[in-house]
């Protein structure tokens, strides 16, 4: 039975991923801050100082899944933000991920998820993408026989907050005329996204291999 390990997990998308390993014939450890919700029965809770993870025991691992992401609005995403937001988005999204991916290849993983992002690309003017992109560099120079990278567009059904609403609706409108190479800028449904990744993720395809939009309707 394998063992995966799950970074992310209390996250909108995380904890989805979450839901659907607990569907599988695997044995899953979730590092969080806090307590999770519905924790399947096949998964074990680890609570977590992520600032100090240099000290945390990690469990055997088979693969590992890497879902953090420091919290942004719409605004964020689109190039507007300060400072202070930058630095904890490089800490969350890039050091402790990288930190906790050379880690996990350390105990044994073989294969690796990256939730990264459409559009991500290390020489990128737009802060949020040109992060994701440094960091799928920096996974790809780690020696994992298995490297997955999902690159969602904008994931619609949060319906917490106004901006992402508002988004949902955008992209209901903006989706259709997306085609040909720019179809990979299509949204993408929490109900899809976290089955595709779960299901791709799986096969253990060797290499390097990227997933989009298209890969996502496909799966599932």
């Given at each position: 039975m394998k063992n995966k390990l799950l970074v992310g997990a209390t996250g909108f998308l995380g904890n989805?991923?979450?839901?659907?390993?607990?569907?599988?014939?695997?044995?899953?450890?979730?590092?969080s801050r806090k307590n999770i919700k519905n924790l399947p029965k096949n998964a074990t809770e680890k609570i977590i100082n992520f600032d100090d993870l240099e000290l945390v025991n990690f469990p055997?691992?088979?693969?590992?899944?890497l879902a953090l992401g420091c919290p942004l609005f719409l605004h964020n995403l689109a190039g507007f933000i300060n400072k202070d937001l930058k630095n904890n988005l490089y800490l969350v999204d890039y050091k402790?991920?990288?930190?906790i991916a050379k880690k996990a290849?350390?105990?044994?993983?073989?294969?690796?998820?990256?939730?990264?992002?459409?559009?991500?690309n290390s020489s990128?003017?737009?802060?949020?993408?040109r992060t994701k992109g440094k960091l799928e560099n920096e996974i790809k120079k780690l020696g994992f026989e298995s490297i997955n990278?999902?690159?969602?567009?904008?994931?619609v059904g949060n319906k917490?907050?106004?901006?992402?609403?508002f988004a949902d609706l955008m992209s209901a409108i903006t989706d259709p005329f997306l085609l040909g190479p720019i179809k990979k800028f299509r949204s993408i449904s929490i109900q899809d996204?976290?089955?595709?990744?779960?299901?791709?993720?799986?096969?253990?395809?060797?290499?390097?291999?990227?997933?989009?939009?298209?890969?996502?309707?496909?799966?599932?």
């Open positions: 989805r991923i979450l839901q659907e390993l607990g569907k599988k014939d695997c044995l899953v450890t979730a590092f055997k691992i088979d693969h590992v899944y402790y991920q990288l930190t290849l350390e105990v044994g993983a073989k294969s690796i998820s990256l939730i990264s992002a459409i559009g991500s990128s003017i737009n802060y949020y993408l990278i999902f690159r969602p567009g904008h994931i917490d907050r106004f901006d992402t609403v996204l976290p089955k595709a990744v779960v299901n791709l993720s799986s096969q253990e395809k060797s290499g390097i291999n990227y997933y989009e939009f298209i890969d996502f309707k496909k799966s599932n």
